[in-house]
Nanobody
Framework: QVQLVESGGGLVQAGGSLRLSCAASRRTFSTYTLAWFRRAPGKEREFVAR????????YYVDAVKGRFIISRDNAKNTMYLQMNSLQPEGTAVYYCTAVFPGTAIMIPGQSWGRGTQVTVSS
């Protein structure tokens, strides 16, 4: 299990950008495939993007493809989500976690953190 802490959320106008960070407490961070999820008000949590342990393969859901960029710096034990051209439907609490490679399935022993709130005003 790796403990992850999300940060970087805030209030932004439609069309604006934010960069979220996901900081890990362990050096084994670099061995995990990591992912971002989000939960919009009144909706179920949904998968947004993932990145392999090496950072060379990324995957995005269609709703964010071309606007969001997932990356990681294993030397800093940190993953990022650069969110551009944000729209009001991007308003949600964003979470990071470790997942099985090639999936949106959380690995055993992981739990959801507090997340970071992103609010996009129209």
């Amino acid at each position: 299990q790796v403990q992850l802490v999300e940060s970087g959320g805030g209030l932004v106008q439609a069309g604006g950008s934010l960069r979220l960070s996901c900081a890990a407490s362990r050096r084994t961070f670099s061995t995990y495939t990591l992912a971002w999820f989000r939960r919009a008000p009144g909706k179920e949590r949904e998968f947004v993007a993932r990145i392999t342990w090496s950072g060379d393969i990324t995957y995005y859901v269609d709703a964010v493809k071309g606007r969001f960029i997932i990356s990681r710096d294993n030397a800093k034990n940190t993953m990022y989500l650069q969110m551009n051209s944000l729209q009001p439907e991007g308003t949600a609490v964003y979470y990071c976690t470790a997942v099985f490679p090639g999936t949106a399935i959380m690995i055993p022993g992981q739990s959801w953190g507090r997340g970071t709130q992103v609010t996009v005003s129209s």
